[in-house]
């Protein structure tokens, strides 16, 4: 069964920085690509970052410069690095696993950026 699991968000103050991870299991890592959405209090969820197999990646104006992705495919996991961060960043951060008609979703964690 495919499993996602994040951690690492919390309370942190502006200007601050971040990492969060995300440890995936029961599907094979390597093949999918991985993206890290979030989702803002009373608005719609939104993509941060993208990272395909090959290690390309993407990221929003929003968050260009600030954010950085990457993955370690020999432990499962992807990581989401925040610096600058910005009172806006505040949201439930979600890591997402996608390969043609497989989708699978993280619990979320939850960032907050705040004096």
């Known amino acids: 069964q495919a499993q996602l699991v994040e951690s690492g968000g919390g309370l942190v103050q502006p200007g601050g920085s971040l990492k969060l991870s995300c440890e995936a299991s029961?599907?094979?890592?390597?093949?999918?690509?991985m993206r890290w959405y979030r989702q803002p209090p009373g608005k719609e969820r939104e993509l941060v970052a993208h990272?395909?197999?090959?290690?390309?990646?993407y990221y929003p104006d929003a968050v260009t410069g600030r954010f950085t992705i990457s993955r370690d495919n020999d432990k499962d996991i992807v990581y989401l690095e925040m610096n600058s961060l910005k009172p806006e960043d505040t949201a439930v951060y979600y890591c997402?696993?996608?390969?043609?008609?497989?989708?699978?979703w993280g619990q979320g964690t939850q960032v907050t950026v705040s004096s």
């Open positions: 997402n696993a996608w390969r043609f008609s497989d989708l699978y």
């Open positions: 029961g599907f094979i890592f390597s093949r999918f690509a």
């Open positions: 990272i395909t197999t090959t290690n390309s990646t």
